[in-house]
């Protein structure tokens, strides 16, 4: 089945700096990575996903890139504030495969943007 | 639209016993996949229903089962409740419309199991 391994597990940066997580998986089938957003007492919350067929997207100050050669995906969040502090995951699944409606979770990374 | 709605948010039992967790989708999703969230394990997928089907399973024993109603909401069961079965047990619902698009899964608050 699918690994998806993330990193990094911590992730400490002054308010106004970016923040990159990054994201690896081992099967080629998977064409849909999503990335959501879990706050304490909260489910994840989807901020942004991206299909193969798509080498960047960006939504305002968060960002993901896609590099299908290389089987790895990054998150991308720019001038950072306090409220982007969270545990993000990111995912990866086969859409219209034999794992369909499966995600595939890395195991997320602890953001905490300093004031 | 309400997003996706889980019952109860806190439930607490003991060795042995069962429990139902229920899971009500987004209005128009027809698909809803359950997954289990620890620490140790991080977040793992248990099932995914469409249309009252069950697509697809994880790696979890039997005594993990679920069902989807007509409505599509969605129950989880667990028999024979074990201390490691504590965890935050999250459903998702998507549109699930069509094969290869439509799969965003969007996640409810989840329900924190805790067995003594």
Redesign the interface.
């Known amino acids: 089945g699918e690994n998806v391994e993330q990193h990094p597990s911590t992730l400490s940066v002054q308010e106004g700096d970016s923040a990159v997580i990054k994201c690896t998986y081992s099967d080629s089938a998977s064409n849909y990575f999503p990335w959501y957003k879990q706050e304490l007492g909260k489910g994840p919350q989807l901020i942004i996903d991206i299909r193969s067929n798509v080498g960047e997207k960006k939504d305002q100050r968060i960002a993901v890139t896609l590099n299908k050669t290389a089987k790895h995906f990054s998150l991308h969040i720019t001038e950072t504030q306090p409220e982007d502090s969270a545990v993000y995951f990111c995912a990866a699944s086969n859409e219209g495969g034999s794992t369909l409606g499966r995600l595939y979770f890395g195991r997320g990374t602890q953001l905490t943007v300093w004031p | 639209k309400a997003g996706?709605t889980q019952t109860p948010r806190y439930l607490i039992k003991t060795r042995g016993q069962q429990v139902t967790l229920s899971c009500s989708p987004i209005s128009g999703h027809r698909?809803v996949?359950w997954?289990q969230q620890t620490p140790g394990q991080?977040?793992?997928?248990l099932f995914?229903y469409?249309s009252e089907t069950q697509?697809?399973k994880?790696n979890f024993p039997g005594r993990f089962s679920g069902r989807q109603f007509s409505n599509s909401r969605s129950e989880m069961n667990v028999s024979t409740l074990e201390l490691g079965d504590s965890a935050l047990y999250?459903c998702?619902s998507?549109l699930?419309m069509i094969?290869?698009?439509g799969?965003?899964?969007?996640?409810?608050?989840?329900t924190r199991l805790t067995v003594l």
């Open positions: 996706v698909s996949s997954y991080g977040l793992q997928f995914e469409f697509r697809n994880g999250l998702a998507s699930a094969a290869g698009a799969d965003t899964q969007y996640f409810g608050p989840g």
